[in-house]
């Protein structure tokens, strides 16, 4: 640490031969203005501050031993010394740069100008010249006037016929290149009708196709309707008592059933609470899964009790013997041996 300070301490004394070059530099300036071909050696000069620059940041920090400790304040004005003296010396060499700049460019436009000048004395000079030398054949060339200008006409009068023909080659050009956009233009339009007659064909095509798929549909739905609203056996009154009586019977013997399986349930439940049971022997598990079992049967008896009363109210309606899937009619066979029976065999199968 104490090097490091000693480093920084020690920067800004070796940066002020820095600062001379570039006071040395703007007096190049000066001298450059007075004499432009002398410029090259104003460029190197703030070239050499590089390794200077250099060698001040690579130099290796000497540790000594009796070198002071500085506080921090003492370094923090010590960096900002040496930053200080850094931006100072970028600022000059920046400003002997613009200078030599501007100098460069004052001796261009310097050279410019009086070539400028030297061009114009020389176009002066020539063209008096000219002048002198025109006078000189004026007298030469006043007979041959003559016979150039009756040329220069026959010339004219050749080239104004020329010029004729090409008008009239280019016109036809036009009217032939306008007749052959006109009938492109015909022809594109007569494609565009015939793609739109096309169109216009196909839609209604499409429409009539459209019309005959809702027709389809709507037969469909009316069919559908009539199957759904159709009572397959509403004219056999003989076929519908029977099925009343059987599903009357059905419906008694299901009610009977249900009344002695409740029974034994509940008399399975007085058993169990009258009587201790070893549980070692599972004779209570046993006969609570035999009661569940029987009160499952007995829901099952009410759920075949409210289908035979739905069976029995479309008997009434005279639509029992109609299948709850496709609406088609249940044959009789099957009516008479399953009571009772919502599906044909078929949806049954699927299902």
């Known amino acids: 640490m104490p090097s490091s300070v000693k480093k920084a301490v020690k920067t800004p004394v070796k940066k002020a031969p820095v600062k001379k070059a570039a006071v040395k530099g703007s007096a190049n300036k000066v001298s450059a203005k007075k004499t432009p071909a002398k410029k090259a050696p104003a460029k190197k000069a703030p070239a050499k501050k590089a390794p200077a620059k250099a060698a001040v940041k690579k130099a290796p920090p000497k540790k000594t ?5 500085l506080s921090a304040q003492q370094r923090a004005l010590v960096a900002k010394r ?8 970028l600022a000059a060499a920046k400003a002997l740069k613009v200078r030599e700049d501007k100098a460069r460019a004052a001796a261009k436009a310097k050279a410019a100008a009086a070539a400028k000048l030297q061009k114009e004395r020389d176009a002066k000079a020539k063209a008096a010249a000219k002048a002198k030398a025109a006078a000189a054949k004026a007298k030469a060339l006043a007979a041959a006037r003559a ?9 004219a009068a050749a080239k104004e016929r020329e010029i004729q023909a090409k008008a009239r080659d280019k016109a036809a050009a036009e009217a032939k290149k306008q007749r052959e956009i006109e009938a492109k233009r015909k022809a594109i339009e007569a494609e565009k009708l015939r793609k739109l007659r096309e169109i216009e064909r196909r839609n209604q095509e499409e429409l009539k196709r459209q019309e005959r798929r809702e027709a389809e549909e709507r037969k469909r739905q009316e069919a559908l309707q009539r199957k759904m609203l159709s009572k397959p056996y509403g004219k056999d009154e003989g076929f519908l008592n029977e099925l009343r009586t059987l599903l009357l019977e059905t419906r008694a013997a299901t009610t009977a059933q249900i009344a002695i399986t409740e029974a034994e349930a509940e008399e399975m439940l007085v058993d169990r609470e009258r009587l201790e049971y070893d549980d070692e022997d599972g004779s209570s598990v046993a006969s609570d899964i035999q009661r569940d079992q029987l ?13 035979i009363d739905v069976a029995l109210s479309r008997v009434d309606d005279g639509s029992y013997g109609r299948c709850d899937e496709c609406y088609e009619p249940i044959s009789k066979a099957r009516l008479l041996a399953q009571l009772p029976v919502f599906t044909c065999v078929s949806c049954r199968a699927s299902v």
């Open 82 to 89: 040496t930053a200080a003296a850094k931006a100072k010396a």
């Open 295 to 307: 009160k499952d049967f007995a829901t099952a008896l009410r759920l075949k009790v409210d289908e």
């Open 147 to 155: 016979q150039r200008e009756r040329e220069a006409k026959a010339k």
């Open 65 to 69: 031993a009796k070198s002071p400790v």
